[in-house]
C-alpha cells in the first residue's frame, strides 16, 4: 500500500520525458527576443537623429471649426439649436418657443 508522502511525490504530470528542449529553446528564444529588442532601439535611435534639431512654428488656425452645441428639451426630447449662433447673413438668429 502507498503512503501519503509517496502518492503526492510521484511525478504525473506528463512531463516525465528525459533530455527535454525547455531550457535550450527558452535560451534561444530570449536571445531572439534581446537581439531584436537592440535591433529596433538602433533604429529608433538613428531615426531620431535625422529628425531636425527644431520644428518651424506652426500657426494655430486663426477660425477654429465652432461645434454646434445641442441643448436638450426634456419635455419633447428632441434638442435645440443654439440659438446664439450667427446666421449667415450676419444677423442673430432668435427662436420663440
Known sequence: ???AAQVLAANNFGDTRTGGLAGPMGLFLILLLA???ILLI???NARLRRLPDRFPQQTPPTD???AEAAV???TD???ARDSST???NGHQQ???G
Do not use: E, Q
Request: net charge positive; aromatic share 0%.
Open 86 to 88: 450667427p446666421a449667415p
Open 77 to 79: 426630447g428632441t434638442g
Open 72 to 74: 436638450a428639451d426634456p
Open 64 to 66: 477654429p471649426p465652432r
Open 42 to 44: 538602433r533604429n529608433m
Open 35 to 37: 537581439t531584436a529588442t
Open 94 to 96: 432668435h427662436r420663440n
Open 1 to 3: 500500500m502507498l503512503t
